[in-house]
């Protein structure tokens, strides 16, 4: 049942073979694993935080590179296309400067993942301003730590993910970055998108944000700053027991606007499932949507969303015999390399599926940067 029911969660696609193949596992009475499910997904800022935030996209210095809730995806940084910079050129004429920032933004997010209003607050020059979307303006590290504490107070689950456009020196003492902060106040609704520039300044050999400004987004496509909350899902995972294996490789198209989920599930050294999932934002419903295939014929469309400290996928298709199927499939991060599953409110043709144990994924070697289907922008 074991290795069925990690199907399920593999894609959603498992609704069909969730019962299917879980009748061939159990012919073979495969033991079935506990796993510890904690989350570690710590919040982090929004609206007046979102000045903080905007400091976080140092950390992703690189023009089209992005940088996630650190704190919500423990697996680390968003994921990073090109890394082969053995032979490039480099992208600035001020490297440590730049190596300098990006250490900023690490221990920037690092602060708000603490909701530490202090600690965020330091990462500002004394003077500094920020003025959001909406014309008010914050001036001096004091009126910013306030603020800022204040966004903690009234939303501890508040969160943030940057998506940095550019970053470019003017001087060796002076850089502007500009980007979009994804900022999420109620953890059940889509993140509140805007653009920002912001500018930091070398004094005294360290470098602090010395303005930030935000700006209301007119006419600009959101599919991957969006897509980037699902970058833990990012490499090669595993779950497997004496008996069976459930395989899956996720990586982010060469576009950015798509995750492709390639799995398999083999029983005592049988393959007897495989399947695609590719996940993209919906401009239209405001969510994250996954459209799933298995090798036998299914087929579910899903969309995800953040409940807490887990991401849920919610599901609804046909099976490869035609019967009607849906369920949700819960993911919890434990950390960097490790998350459990489990799949509840199953049903196939109205009739209601028990639910499963909560298993374990281990993420396996390196993280890989692109599939094989990922030229299909």
Not at 86 to 97: I, L, R
């Amino acid at each position: 049942m074991r290795a069925l029911i990690c199907l399920f969660m593999v894609g959603f696609v498992a609704a069909a073979i969730c019962f299917g193949a879980a009748d061939e596992k159990a012919k073979k009475d495969s033991s079935t694993g506990d796993a510890k499910a904690a989350a570690a997904k710590a919040p982090k800022p929004a609206d007046a935080g979102k000045a903080a935030a905007d400091k976080a996209a140092a950390d992703k210095p690189t023009p089209g590179k992005s940088t996630d809730n650190k704190a919500a995806n423990q697996n680390g940084d968003a994921n990073v296309p090109d890394e082969a910079t053995e032979t490039a050129e480099p992208t600035t004429k001020y490297p440590e400067d730049e190596e300098a920032i990006l250490k900023a933004g690490v221990s920037f997010i690092s602060a708000y993942a603490a909701h530490d209003a202090r600690q965020v607050a330091a990462h500002f020059a004394p003077e500094a301003e920020f003025v959001d979307e909406d014309g008010q303006v914050f001036r001096g590290r004091d009126e910013i730590e306030a603020s800022t504490a204040k966004v903690f107070k009234e939303h501890p689950k508040a969160s943030v993910a940057i998506d940095v456009a550019s970053l470019r020196f003017l001087s060796p003492v002076l850089a502007i970055e500009s980007g979009i902060t994804l900022c999420t106040l109620d953890e059940n609704k889509a993140p509140h998108a805007t653009r920002y520039t912001a500018i930091h300044t070398k004094t005294d050999g360290q470098w602090l944000v010395a303005s930030v400004r935000e700006h209301e987004l007119h006419g600009q496509r959101l599919h991957g700053p969006r897509l980037h909350q699902l970058d833990w899902l990012v490499g090669n995972w595993v779950d497997e027991d004496e008996d069976s294996i459930v395989r899956f490789n996720c990586q982010m198209t060469e576009s950015g606007n798509y995750l492709i989920r390639d799995f398999d599930v083999s029983v005592a050294g049988q393959k007897v499932l495989s399947g695609s999932q590719r996940t993209g934002w919906d401009p239209i419903s405001d969510k994250l949507r996954a459209w799933t295939f298995d090798s036998d014929g299914g087929y579910f469309d899903g969309t995800w969303h953040r409940d807490g400290e887990k991401w849920v996928l919610t599901s609804v298709g046909v099976t490869a015999d035609g019967q009607s199927a849906a369920g949700t499939a819960v993911f919890t991060l434990v950390d960097a390399n490790t998350i459990t599953w489990q799949a509840v409110d199953r049903e196939i043709d109205g009739v209601r599926v028990e639910d499963s144990e909560e298993f374990t994924l281990v993420r396996t070697g390196p993280q890989p940067q692109q599939s094989g289907e990922t030229a299909a922008k």
